[in-house]
């Protein structure tokens, strides 16, 4: 089932076909270079459950993204629960991850936009959190092109303190800010 749809993406329900290329994604060095590791088969396994059972669960989740005029498979963006020990949480987060041909194309942008719509549309949540390494510039400046707005940094509690990876940039989006936006 497709979630939400933009003018070049479709996020959708996860099939078992999506597996293998996930698997590949997650193992390159490129694309999790942000991330304390690459996931191995049986990581990005679990993962891929995870992420089916939350949408099952929430109606909602990091949802299986393809390209609309190839209809191939390029990562997730969605919406999740997210609750680890941090002052914001339990939140939900918004988050993405693309296969690195298809970066630079504005596609995490416009799946986060449109994630953001969704979630305020149809879900009617308040609020929407979005973190990252700090040092993970790419994915702050999608948090910034989409109108979130910086709140902080802090220091993942799920991260070693000694890696580079510690420090998070904290952004956030409210309905109000949301609505204002949609009028200018």
Known sequence: MIAVETSRLSLRDWRIEDLRPYAR??????VMAYFPKILTWEETEAHY??????????????????ERIS?????????QWTNFDAEFTPCVEIGWRLDKRYWRKGYASEGAQACLDHAFRKLSLEEVY???????????????????TKLREF???LVDSRSKLST?????????SWLVAQKG
């Open 155 to 157: 220091e993942h509690p």
């Open 71 to 79: 209809g191939r498979f390029i990562g997730f963006i969605g919406l």
């Open 168 to 176: 998070h940039v904290l952004y956030n989006m409210s309905v109000d």
């Open 130 to 148: 979005s973190f990252t390494a700090k040092i993970n510039v790419p994915s702050e400046g999608v948090m910034k092109k989409v109108g979130m």
């Open 49 to 66: 459950l995870k992420m089916k059972s939350h949408i099952e669960q929430y109606g909602f989740g990091f949802w299986a993204v393809e």
């Open 25 to 30: 994604l997650n193992s390159d060095k490129k």
